[in-house]
């Protein structure tokens, strides 16, 4: 799975980080959480939209890696990342 080259964006809400995914051929569209990015990647919760997206860039390897994991366990449920996929069991 890889992450394709569209650019992560803010979702209108400003709750979360949207993004695409590249899994087996199909494209799949994932969202991940302000408050995980905050919980686990740091992010201040006053930080601007372009300290998100860098937040989630820097974290992008770890994002992914969960994010597929859950692809696999459910894949035909919406791909929404929370604070409780990143916490270690």
């Known amino acids: ?3 394709l080259d569209c650019a992560a964006a ?3 809400d400003g709750r979360a980080v949207v ?3 590249s899994i087996r051929g199909r494209e799949v569209k994932g969202a991940i959480a302000r408050e995980a990015l ?3 990647f740091w992010l201040p919760r006053s930080a601007n939209p372009t300290r998100t997206l860098k937040t989630f860039e820097s974290g992008r390897s ?3 890696a969960v994010a597929q994991r859950k692809l696999l366990a459910r894949p035909d449920e ?3 990342l929370t ?3 990143f916490v270690t069991r």
Do not use: A, C, N
Request: proline share 10%; glycine share 4%; hydrophobic share 50%.
């Open 83 to 85: 604070v409780g996929d």
């Open 62 to 64: 770890r994002i992914v």
């Open 78 to 80: 919406p791909l929404w």
């Open 10 to 12: 803010i979702s209108p």
């Open 19 to 21: 993004f695409m995914l």
């Open 38 to 40: 905050e919980e686990h």
């Open 1 to 3: 799975m890889e992450v």
